[in-house]
């Protein structure tokens, strides 16, 4: 498991909305909550850890892309995420000014 953590750490990337755009073409975006972490998140969808994913989307911390979030992206295509690939799905974080 410390692997695969280490590889996530390695290939963690930032991008902006406009790059990560042509994934929606094949539904591979999932949007991950700030309140998780995105090391963690994609050891789950690895590991096929159902409970546990399935606990995120009961709770809205993971989701595929709303209209609403598309529309606000579309209007800041430089709005920054950090994305982790674990395929097929691109996990992507919301990265906040804050």
């Known amino acids: 498991m410390s692997g695969m953590v280490e590889s996530f750490k390695r290939d963690l990337a930032e991008v902006n909305w ?28 690895a ?14 911390q993971l989701n595929k ?13 430089e709005q920054r995420f950090q994305m982790l690939i674990v395929q097929p799905f691109i996990l992507i974080q919301d990265i906040s000014d804050a």
Do not use: F
Not at 24 to 29: G, Q, W
Not at 47 to 60: G, P, Y
Not at 65 to 77: A, C, G, I, V
């Open 18 to 45: 406009r790059e990560l755009k042509i994934h929606l073409k094949r539904d591979a975006i999932i949007v991950v909550s700030v309140e998780l972490d995105l090391i963690d998140v994609g050891v789950a969808v």
């Open 47 to 60: 590991d096929d850890d159902k409970t546990l994913v399935e606990t995120w989307v009961t709770s809205n």
């Open 65 to 77: 892309p709303t209209e609403k979030q598309l529309e606000s992206w579309e209007q800041s295509p």
